[in-house]
């Protein structure tokens, strides 16, 4: 299946989901686009009085049964999410934090400095492009330069192949990344492990990257909801906007109080 980028557009395919069950699901969600804004670059989301009140009351009427997996690092995660969220799966799944707080980390990071450098080397002469080095990823975003994007592109293909890493598209950003888990790796881990097994998994996204959690969701029983325009998509289900998902969780709340 070919996966197009973010139109606006909305093309005939998922309908409204009604609101899940807190206790009989587990809860996968992406952060940015989905929990929390887009911004014109990573570092502009932070806490959010809103967003800290929603997670508390899911952590309690899911049981602890909640991952955020996101293209974020750990660290930047806990930084946005006040540490409100245990069970991580980070940089598209190659770093997870399971509910218990052990961190596992994917193998094949010894090729990611010189990839670094050949980004950076290419970014170098222009500003309102952004090289984020993330450890065992790195990301190089040009929504401050959308008309960068082909060259963007063309510059990690080019590194991948020759160093043989993957090559992954987001919003307005392209990543490269060792070969590895993937959003839907990071499910189907979760959901191998308590508090997660025995449940429903429900993957809510927006990004390209998503559509790999959002196929885990339902291989694994339960559904995917893409939150936005982006189409097509394999999820499930629809929301249309951000704010849409966080009134779409607060609805699922109302059973339990």
Request: one cysteine or more; a neutral charge.
């Amino acid at each position: 299946m070919t996966i197009t980028a973010r139109s606006s557009r909305i093309e005939p395919g998922p309908s409204l989901p009604e609101p899940p069950r807190p206790g009989r699901i587990s809860l996968f969600a992406d952060l940015d686009g989905t929990l929390a804004p887009l911004e014109i670059t990573p570092d502009r989301v932070g806490p959010d009085p809103a967003r800290r009140r929603l997670l508390d009351e899911l952590e309690v009427a899911l049981d602890g049964r909640m991952a955020v997996v996101s293209g974020r690092t750990l660290e930047d995660l806990d930084r946005v999410l006040e540490g409100r969220v245990r069970a991580l799966g980070a940089v598209h799944g190659l770093i997870r934090r399971t509910a218990d707080g052990r961190v596992i980390e994917a193998r094949g990071l010894e090729r990611m400095g010189e990839a670094l450098e050949a980004v950076r080397a290419f970014a170098k002469d222009d500003r309102l492009l952004l090289v984020e080095n993330k450890g065992a990823a790195i990301a190089l975003h040009y929504r401050r330069r959308p008309a960068a994007a082909a060259a963007c592109l063309a510059l990690a293909r080019e590194v991948g192949a020759r160093l043989d890493l993957a090559v992954q598209e987001g919003d307005m950003v392209v990543e490269l990344r060792p070969r590895g888990p993937d959003k839907g790796a990071a499910v189907a881990a979760f959901m191998s492990e308590p508090p997660f097994a025995g449940f429903k998994p429900v993957f809510i996204g927006d990004d390209l990257t998503d559509e790999d959690g959002f196929r885990a969701a339902q291989q694994l029983g339960g559904y995917g909801v893409i939150v936005g325009p982006r189409r097509p998509t394999v999820a499930r289900y629809a929301l249309p906007s951000i704010a849409a998902a966080r009134a779409w969780l607060q609805e699922a709340l109302k059973a339990v109080r």
